[in-house]
């Protein structure tokens, strides 16, 4: 089988109370499942394992810091993680020393054709270091998410990104939104654009869960927020939004699931809008628990500013909730007309979608359930990415 290194930060460590998203994960294990050797490197997290074989996959999780206990800058998201603690950012060079080093031990180890690489930075780039000063001959594809592409544009980080783009053999993208930034740092080769996946099987209406309700005391209709509390998520603009709509319907409530780095800020908010009777708070839910909550909720908000792919939209939507989202362009690779639109950045009509789809609920996302099967299934997804990796 054809040996593949998947090299990335954004990988659950499998404790309890992981937030980690799962996409690389399970995209991953369904490569494994078809013919491919998968081998994964990612930093280790406090109390994760170095090493361990789960899935037909081999985990490699290396230290980069003195005690594992405060190995915290990947824990989650490392952007985020510094936000959080500036003190976190003197463990970058350690990270990225041991990283590089660990690059070098495990391709020669594991005897790695191809290193699929996921982020741009800095994954792309110590792959691309590797292979120009230490193996010509390995390919890397390279998978860009978001925020890895659009979340910094100074000039010397561009250079950064064109270099790492240029020495790449291949490279996919989330959507057509990712495909056109790239377009904008002058790169002419070759681009697919790959979604990630949704199961629908996990993510499915039948998994509606009336106990939800009743432990939350919601009696009346249940919106729902799935995302980490940041600023580019917006969640004080939807926030700002829900007074006129509470006014309106008292009996409301709003579940916000996520957690930092806004959470205080956010919580101070609601404090001085008056709405925190309103407001249910669940800072850490895994992602295999999501499902009972988009099945059981009305409602569904996303009011991001920026989004790589939103496939927390499309597991929403998976369930048969109504959404409402923002119109920023990454929405429009998996948009259908049945969803609720509001202008991105305009308060009254965000105010007025919520209003509307109280008042006028239909279950009529039966109609985008095989859409959704068809474009974004495990079998469709996975299929594009082998067809990639075997060549």
Not at 151 to 170: E, P, R, T, V, Y
Not at 199 to 221: A, L, M, Q, V
Not at 336 to 344: G, S
Request: with cysteine; charged share 25%.
């Amino acid at each position: 089988m054809k040996k593949i290194l998947v090299f990335t930060s954004t990988f659950p460590s499998f404790k309890q109370g992981d937030a980690t998203p799962p996409f690389v994960y399970e995209l991953s294990q369904r490569l494994a499942q078809q013919w491919l050797d998968i081998i994964v490197l990612t930093p280790r997290v406090p109390w994760s394992k170095k090493y361990e074989f789960k899935d037909n996959m081999k985990i490699y999780r290396y230290p980069y810091f003195f005690k594992s206990s405060r190995e915290k800058l990947n824990d989650e998201a490392i952007l985020p993680n510094i936000k959080k603690n500036k003190r976190l950012i003197f463990q970058i060079p350690f990270l990225l020393l041991a990283w590089l080093y660990s690059l070098i031990k495990i391709v020669k180890k594991e005897r790695i054709e191809t290193i699929h690489s996921h982020w741009l930075i800095p994954q792309w780039l110590l792959a691309c270091i590797y292979k120009i000063i230490w193996n010509k001959k390995i390919k890397i594809l390279c998978t860009a998410h978001g925020s890895d592409i659009h979340s910094i544009w100074w000039k010397f980080i561009n250079w950064i990104k064109k270099f790492i783009l240029i020495n790449s053999d291949h490279i996919t993208v989330v959507s057509n939104y990712l495909k056109d930034e790239i377009r904008k740092l002058g790169i002419t080769k070759s681009i697919d654009v790959i979604s990630m996946w949704v199961d629908t099987d996990k993510f499915n209406p039948k998994f509606y869960d009336e106990n939800i309700k009743k432990e939350n005391n919601i009696t009346g209709k249940f919106l729902l927020y799935v995302g980490r509390l940041s600023s580019e998520k917006w969640v004080n603009f939807l926030l700002s939004a829900m007074p006129e709509v509470i006014k309106k319907h008292p009996d409301i409530k709003l579940i916000l699931i996520g957690s930092w780095p806004l959470e205080d800020q956010l919580k101070k908010q609601a404090k001085d809008l008056n709405i925190e009777k309103n407001l249910i708070w669940k800072w850490r839910i895994n992602h295999d628990e999501l499902a009972p909550y988009f099945a059981t909720a009305d409602i569904f908000i996303l009011p991001s500013l920026k989004e790589g792919m939103p496939v927390i939209l499309i597991e929403a939507l998976s369930c048969w909730i109504n959404c409402i989202v923002s119109d920023i362009k990454q929405n429009l690779d998996v948009i259908w007309k049945e969803w609720k639109i509001f202008k991105n950045g305009d308060f009254y009509s965000l105010e007025n979608q919520l209003l509307y789809c109280i008042k006028n609920i239909k279950n009529e996302n039966k109609l985008i359930k095989q859409n959704i099967i068809d474009k974004f299934s495990r079998d469709s997804i996975s299929k594009k990415y082998l067809n990639i990796l075997l060549n």
